[in-house]
């Protein structure tokens, strides 16, 4: 959750403000889009929600946490325990396999896949024969299910993922949507999902428009077409 977050990037004349006093509640066990233009904030709002990045003024929250409370270190551990990761630059360990990679993040803190919990996820992203490998042994698309995968298997509280069906081929796509909604529908674990793609959207239970760093709209149920005439709307 967002209160009157404000980020500016640079000073003087060159500065941009990526997000402009936006609050906004990403409600617990909801899958929640986020849609708007290009560089209209959407990934800071992110970032700044997953305390990957510090706002300039205002405050994240994450669950009851206020995160500007927390020193590094308790950051990175919350930020381990109850977040789960899809970015666009996929940050998976080029010298491990792509089992050690889905495994790292419980690894880190000590702990293993819940049981058959690993297989359910390799299944479902179809990466069984694919789990020796290392990344530049991958697809491209492969290596976007690794990092989903990654995301998932330690059932965290949310997950914040930036196009995570951006690289893929549609059925894919509909199969890592389908899955991410079994994840908020079954375990009731919270997405955040920046898309271009209506259709995508439309497996949310909500969108939030983003318009030059403010929160221009919110959507309940949203259906493809009703997505993409708040885009036509916003003209671009
Ligand atoms: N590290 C940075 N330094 C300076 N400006 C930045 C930085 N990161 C983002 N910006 C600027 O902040 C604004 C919002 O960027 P952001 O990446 O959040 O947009 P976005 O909606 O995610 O865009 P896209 O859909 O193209 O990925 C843009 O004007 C961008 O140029």
Redesign the pocket.
Do not use: F, Q, R
């Given at each position: 959750m967002l209160v009157g977050a404000v980020k500016r990037?640079?000073s003087g004349q060159s500065t941009?403000v990526?997000l402009d006093d936006v609050t906004i509640a990403f409600p617990a066990g909801k899958f929640t889009a986020v849609m708007?233009?290009?560089?209209?904030?959407?990934?800071?709002?992110m970032h700044c929600a997953a305390g990957l990045d510090q706002l300039t003024t205002g405050r994240a929250f994450v669950g009851n946490t206020d995160l500007s409370t927390l020193d590094d270190r308790a950051l990175t551990m919350l930020r381990r325990e109850r977040i789960g990761f899809v970015f666009q630059t996929l940050n998976l360990v080029g010298t491990l396999t792509a089992e050690e990679n889905i495994c790292l993040p419980l690894t880190l803190s000590g702990r293993r896949p819940s049981d058959g919990v690993l297989d359910q996820v390799v299944s479902m992203l179809r990466l069984g024969d694919r789990m020796r490998h290392r990344p530049a042994e991958l697809s491209g698309g492969q290596q976007q299910r690794v990092a989903i995968a990654r995301a998932l298997v330690a059932r965290p509280h949310v997950v914040f993922a930036d196009e995570p069906t951006g690289n893929l081929d549609t059925r894919s796509g509909q199969e890592i949507l389908g899955y991410l909604r079994s994840a908020v529908d079954k375990h009731h674990q919270s997405i955040v999902m920046?898309t271009?793609d209506p259709n995508a959207a439309a497996w949310a239970d909500h969108v939030v428009f983003?318009v030059d760093?403010r929160v221009h709209d919110v959507m309940d149920r949203p259906s493809a077409d009703s997505v993409l005439d708040v885009m036509k709307g916003l003209g671009r």
């Open positions: 990037y640079g941009v990526a708007g233009p290009s560089g209209s904030g959407k990934s800071t709002m920046v271009h983003v760093g």
